[in-house]
């Protein structure tokens, strides 16, 4: 609607171009109409850019969640990598322990042989000396 200042500039215009009484209302209800409308245009227009902005925010914040929620999907996923790699280290670890382990019982194992070995031949050498001797008095 149109304030009571404006519809006077309309009829002070009007009668400025000699428009007589129903030319007057004609051109003020006119001019009313053209007003009002160009009024809602602008409104429609302020409320299209508000929509439009809005949807912008909307669209900027889903970018910056996704992209938040990417974040955190990679750095779940270097963590998981993280503990992937430091379990297969681990057992590998492990597995070199239980390699050395068994390598030292084998040659544990060969230095007992050895000396076994070395003792039978100490005996097979004394008891061959003793036994050669007997038989050298005998």
Same mark, same amino acid.
């Given at each position: 609607?149109?304030?009571?200042?404006?519809?006077?500039?309309?009829?002070?215009?009007?009668?400025?171009?000699?428009?007589?009484?129903?030319?007057?209302?004609?051109?003020?209800?006119? =001019?009313?109409?053209?007003? !009002? &409308?160009? @009024?809602?245009?602008?409104?429609? *227009? /302020? $409320?299209?850019?508000? #929509?439009?902005? +809005?949807?912008?925010?909307?669209?900027?914040?889903?970018?910056?969640?996704?992209?938040?929620?990417?974040? =955190?999907?990679?750095?779940? !996923? &270097?963590? @998981?990598?993280?503990?992937?790699? *430091? /379990? $297969?280290?681990?057992? #590998?670890?492990? +597995?070199?322990?239980?390699?050395?382990?068994?390598?030292?019982?084998?040659?544990?194992?060969?230095?007992?042989?050895?000396?076994?070995?070395?003792?039978?031949?100490?005996?097979?050498?004394?008891?061959?000396?003793?036994?050669?001797?007997?038989?050298?008095?005998?």
């Amino acid at each position: 609607m149109l304030c009571a200042k404006e519809i006077k500039t309309l009829t002070e215009a009007g009668a400025a171009l000699r428009f007589k009484d129903d030319e007057l209302r004609e051109f003020v209800n006119t =001019e009313r109409l053209r007003i !009002q &409308k160009e @009024k809602e245009k602008n409104a429609q *227009t /302020e $409320r299209q850019d508000n #929509e439009r902005r +809005e949807k912008e925010r909307e669209t900027e914040l889903q970018k910056l969640k996704s992209a938040e929620r990417d974040k =955190e999907m990679e750095e779940r !996923q &270097k963590d @998981k990598y993280r503990e992937t790699e *430091t /379990e $297969r280290l681990r057992l #590998e670890a492990e +597995e070199r322990i239980k390699q050395c382990e068994f390598e030292l019982r084998m040659r544990k194992l060969k230095i007992s042989a050895n000396s076994q070995r070395i003792r039978n031949n100490s005996e097979i050498r004394g008891g061959d000396s003793t036994g050669c001797a007997n038989k050298n008095n005998s």
